[in-house]
Each structure stands twice: as structure tokens, then as C-alpha cells.
């Protein structure tokens, strides 16, 4: 009987460390979901960023288009003119 009374203070410890081990378990769960997480909403911002970027540089090509277009019709209407 002796021999239960004393492994139960090893029983209360084996409780508390399993304890322990599962709220750290729980832990490095939650903070590698987090930053899984955080690593996607980044991907999506750049990936957001870059079709963003793209766009804008289609606009300004399309506007140097235009420009040129309308130089060219204004040069050709010049020298018509001048002719």
C-alpha cells in the first residue's frame, strides 16, 4: 500500500507536465497557423500589388499610344499644309 502513496506524487507530476506539454503543443499550433496566415495575406498583397502595377503600365503605354497617334496626325495635317 506504501508503494501506491508514493508513485502518487510522480501520478500528480506526470499530470501536470502533460499538461503543460499540451497548452505548448496548443501554442506552437496557434503561432504556426498565424503565421501561415500572415504569409498568405502577404502573397495575396504583392500578387494584388503586381496586377496593380501592370495595369498602370498598360495605361500609361496606352496614353504614350495616343499621344503618338495624335502627333502623327498633327505632323501628317502640318505638312499637308506647308505643302
Do not use: F, H
Amino acid at each position: 500500500m506504501s508503494a501506491i502513496w508514493a508513485t502518487l506524487p510522480m501520478l500528480m507530476l506526470l499530470k501536470e507536465l502533460l499538461l503543460a506539454a499540451t497548452g505548448a503543443r496548443q501554442k506552437c499550433n496557434l503561432y504556426l497557423e498565424e503565421t501561415k496566415k500572415k504569409a498568405e495575406a502577404e502573397r495575396s498583397d504583392r500578387k494584388r500589388n503586381d496586377v496593380t502595377d501592370q495595369i498602370e503600365e498598360l495605361k500609361k503605354k496606352a496614353r504614350l499610344q495616343q499621344d503618338i497617334s495624335v502627333l502623327d496626325t498633327s505632323a501628317d495635317t502640318l505638312l499637308t499644309k506647308t505643302n
